[in-house]
Structure formats: C-alpha cells, structure tokens
C-alpha cells in the first residue's frame, strides 16, 4: 500500500482532512467566542452550566485539533481573544439573547457539529482522524440529549406541527 502503510500518524493527511480538521478548530473557535457571551447573556443557571459544558468540549477539540495539524506541518486558524466580563444588568434588554433563544442556538449548534462530525468520519482515509471525529460525535451526540431535555424541562422546545391523530 505504499505510503498508507502502518501507523495512521505517519500517514500524510489528504487535503479534505486537512481543511476539515482546519475548519472544524475555526468552528470551535468560534463557538467558544460565542458562548463566552451567552453565558452573560443568559439568566438561568442550568443554561450556564451547560454552556460551559460545551465550552470545555470545544477547548478540548480546539486543543486535540490544532496539535494534529501543527504536527502535521499546517497552521491553525488564529484563537479568538477572550470576552471581556459583563453584568447581566448592564446588557440592555432590547440587545440582550434570551434563554430560550440560546437554548435553540445551542440545540442547532450541536446538531450541525454532529453533521460535520459524520462529514469528517466518512471522509477520513486516516484512521486516527476517523476516530477523533468520531469520539467527538459521541460527546455532541451526549450533549445534545442534555440540551434537548434541558428545552424541554424549561419549556422552550418550540416543537414542529405534531401528529395528534394517527391516520387510520
């Protein structure tokens, strides 16, 4: 087999696992960025907690992430600057997200990152990516029963028109 022989590691990455790897740190930079602000944003305390849940996943793929591509020779996006703190109070109310809003955010969040995880997996040749992604997968796919339940408990799962009546 040539240059795919052995240990995944050695194996050089194809260019779609390169920008996939590359654009899946960007992506966790982002949200980490984001949810920073929903947390000062946000009035309720499980929705906090959950959001630094998510924060600590997307640090540790960022982490996990920018490793592979550096030791693979690539540079990773730049990290974006920590938000400065902020009162919930001192966010006007016509400027502020609310609970519910960043309760879907999240929810479609972690839907999509469960998209690209299966993206990332199918594309994959190298075995170690593969796993990574799928690892990853895992978590989200975790994560996302946390957030649906939390929508749920807090009554702000807006569900889509339901079958009442089964037809006969």
Same mark, same amino acid.
């Given at each position: 087999?040539?240059?795919?022989?052995?240990?995944?590691?050695?194996?050089?990455?194809?260019?779609?696992?390169?920008?996939?790897?590359?654009?899946?740190?960007?992506?966790?930079?982002?949200?980490?960025?984001?949810?920073?602000?929903?947390?000062?944003?946000?009035?309720?305390?499980?929705?906090?907690?959950?959001?630094?849940?998510?924060?600590?996943?997307?640090?540790?793929?960022?982490?996990?992430?920018? #490793?592979? @591509?550096?030791? !693979?020779?690539?540079?990773?996006?730049?990290?974006? =600057?920590?938000?400065?703190?902020? /009162?919930?109070?001192?966010?006007?109310?016509?400027?502020?997200?609310?609970?519910?809003?960043?309760?879907?955010?999240?929810?479609?969040?972690?839907?999509?990152?469960?998209?690209?995880?299966?993206?990332?997996?199918?594309?994959?040749?190298?075995?170690?990516?593969?796993?990574?992604?799928?690892?990853?997968?895992?978590?989200?796919?975790?994560?996302?029963? #946390?957030? @649906?339940?939390? !929508?749920?408990?807090?009554?702000?799962?807006?569900? =889509?028109?339901?079958?009442?009546? /089964?037809?006969e």
């Amino acid at each position: 087999m040539g240059i795919l022989d052995g240990n995944p590691k050695n194996e050089p990455m194809h260019y779609g696992e390169i920008f996939t790897v590359w654009e899946s740190s960007m992506a966790a930079k982002g949200l980490v960025s984001c949810y920073q602000a929903y947390i000062y944003h946000s009035g309720d305390g499980e929705l906090k907690e959950m959001l630094g849940e998510l924060i600590d996943q997307a640090r540790l793929e960022i982490k996990e992430l920018d #490793k592979l @591509l550096t030791d !693979n020779g690539i540079a990773p996006s730049p990290t974006l =600057p920590e938000r400065p703190e902020v /009162k919930l109070e001192d966010i006007p109310v016509g400027a502020r997200f609310s609970d519910p809003e960043i309760g879907a955010k999240i929810a479609m969040d972690t839907m999509a990152g469960l998209v690209g995880c299966s993206k990332a997996m199918a594309l994959s040749i190298r075995e170690d990516i593969g796993a990574l992604f799928a690892k990853y997968h895992v978590t989200k796919t975790a994560l996302g029963l #946390k957030i @649906l339940r939390m !929508n749920k408990e807090k009554g702000w799962l807006i569900p =889509p028109p339901l079958l009442v009546k /089964k037809p006969e």
